[in-house]
């Protein structure tokens, strides 16, 4: 599983999300390494777990062929606390870390292989992730 090494802060604070305001993501949204992509269309908080998931996924579909990259890492921490305790008795333990996704992040990369099985295997990952996305070709 992906998590940082080295932390400054051990929780960090929760950020917030407005509906109403519709936000896009400004930086990794074009294909930079290999022929295809998987790229999100809606938001998201993705866990290591996740992303691991997603990874054993399309290895286990490409097998020895092609080449995969993760453009993603995650270092925020989310805490936990267990059910049916009272407000204002502070912040739980750290539970794992999360990367927050917007619309537009190019997720994971894909070369060495033809068309129609790279596009079978960045499905097959994105079925493991909790958000949309679709496959992308570099241009």
Known sequence: M??????KHRKWHVMRSNPKKKR???????VAFGSFGLKATTPARI???QIEAARKAMQRNLKKAGRIWIRIFPDMPYV??????????????PQGYVFQVWPG???FEIDGVDDALAHDTLMKGSAKLPLTARVVART
């Open 2 to 7: 992906l998590f940082p090494k080295k932390v």
């Open 24 to 30: 896009v993501e400004t930086r990794g949204t074009t």
């Open 47 to 49: 866990k290591s777990t």
């Open 80 to 93: 936990g606390r267990s059910g049916e305790v009272g407000m204002g008795k502070g912040k739980g333990d």
């Open 105 to 107: 992040r190019v997720l």
